[in-house]
């Protein structure tokens, strides 16, 4: 089955700083999903982006799906933005299922 | 806004017991899902269903089964609770093919005794 690699695996910045989280998947995907759960369980879709850009606030995503890849983009980060972000792939026509990465925590002191 | 929800936050039983979990959702979406959350593990899809009486084997099936009456619930069933089902039980839904940006309710975790 396919792989999909999130990196790095844990993150602790200040507020105010912007990061990039990155997601690998190992084969040809139609439908990708961002995710961030928050420090109570909840999860939240950031993004469905199967390619190109989207930006929603502070938050940026850009999927290059010809190469495997994703990013998301966080700018300016508050304390609210700390949880576990995940991305989640679909990887042939038809399936209904997502394939989660195992995720990135991020933390985000004051 | 979309809103999956589901029946209970925390939940406590004891091995062997028959456990119920209830998601509903209000947005007459096909697809419902069953996820569980371990530490390490990650989300593992259980089962899911794209139509009401239509279900479908995720990765981890074994020790669980599901029912979709009605479109907007979908129940997952432990027919005998053991200590290994101790998780956090996650459902979600998404509206159908070609719409399938993925809601989630906000978990229960169980622990089985």
């Known amino acids: ?110 | 806004d979309v809103k999956v929800t589901q029946s209970s936050r925390y939940l406590v039983k004891r091995t062997g017991e028959k456990v119920f979990l209830e998601c509903v959702q209000d947005m007459d979406h096909e697809n419902m899902f069953w996820y569980r959350q371990d530490p390490g593990l990650g989300l593992r899809l259980i089962y899911f269903s794209y139509d009401v009486k239509m279900k479908e084997k995720g990765d981890i099936p074994e020790g669980y089964s599901v029912s979709r009456e009605k479109k907007e619930r979908f129940s997952l069933i432990l027919e005998s609770a053991s200590t290994n089902q101790t998780s956090m039980y996650l459902c979600a839904s998404s509206l159908g093919p070609r719409r399938e940006k993925l809601f989630f309710g906000s978990g229960t975790q169980l622990s089985v005794l």
């Open chain 1, 1 to 110: 089955g396919i792989q999909v690699e999130q990196s790095p695996p844990d993150l602790i910045l200040q507020e105010g700083a912007n990061s990039t989280l990155r997601c690998n998947f190992s084969d040809s995907v139609n439908n990708l999903q961002w995710f961030h759960q928050n420090p109570w369980g909840q999860l939240i879709n950031l993004f469905y982006i199967p390619s190109g850009t989207k930006q929603n606030g502070r938050l940026s995503a850009t999927t290059v799906a010809t190469e495997r890849y994703s990013l998301l983009y966080i700018s300016s980060s508050q304390t609210t933005d700390s949880g576990v972000y995940f991305c989640a792939v679909r990887y042939y026509q038809g399936a209904q299922k997502l394939v989660f990465g195992q995720g990135t925590r991020l933390t985000i002191n004051p």
